[in-house]
């Protein structure tokens, strides 16, 4: 009876994950295809994600590739799920101001649009015509919004962004775990576990000059001052605001919590949130231009 019981939970099982297997279709990845298989897809597409990342520091126990693997393996879901294929441009971003910690590469604002603005050009040329920039690197903002602002007023193409920090993707949750805090270690838990080095997660010593302490404060009961000292934070040493990483934390976190307190759920929580609105958007789009 025993053994009975077994084979039909063998049964099920199997069943299972052969119908998990059907639907779940693998992205599609420009560097991974053939000419001829971007060809293919051109006949009947013309949409094109671009995930826009950073190499930088992430606290002693994320890789410096944080931001770039949630970039790309967020924008390989959503081609999972929807088609569209999936163009990495590149690994680095604007990161100048963590350069205060071994590892991080930065690029100018001004030649990291022209790279990508010199991409899109390229894949225009081949008839791809929808942009959907999928940011996960505050500091990029600038720079996609200008690359999304020349390729929708200097070509025939359109361009929206679909990223962290997008209308698409506001979630309007202002609480201070901005960086290597407990939302990104979840969510690279839940992406890239193996590169997690949880033993090393600390919460970090955070030192607001006395004037960012004074706003934030203030913005408590005003709130109009928010962005005010927000925009004190995340620029370079050299402008003496102290909003550098190496000024701000001890150890590069930007959280007011615990990173130890990050779990693979939450990460899987905040991933599908952000994929199943890109799918709602790109299946509204394809609906609405067919
Ligand atoms: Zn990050």
Redesign the pocket.
Known sequence: MKTKFFSWILVICISLSSSIAQTENTALVLQEMTWVDVEDYLENNDMVIIPL??T?Q?GPH?PLG??YY?AFEISKAISQQTGILVAPALFVGYSIYHSGFPGTLSLKPETMEQVLFETAEALIKYGFSKFLFFN???GNNIVQDRVIHRINHTTEAVAIAIGVGSELQSSGNGEFDW??GIK?TSIMLYLKPDLVKMERAQKPVISFTPRVEELKSLSEKYAELDPVWKSLLGVPSETKKGGASHELSSNGIWSAYDPKSATKEIGQKNVNQMVERAVKLIKAWKLAEN
């Open positions: 990342g950073s930088e992430h994320l944080t931001d949630e996960y690197h505050g960086h290597a990104e």
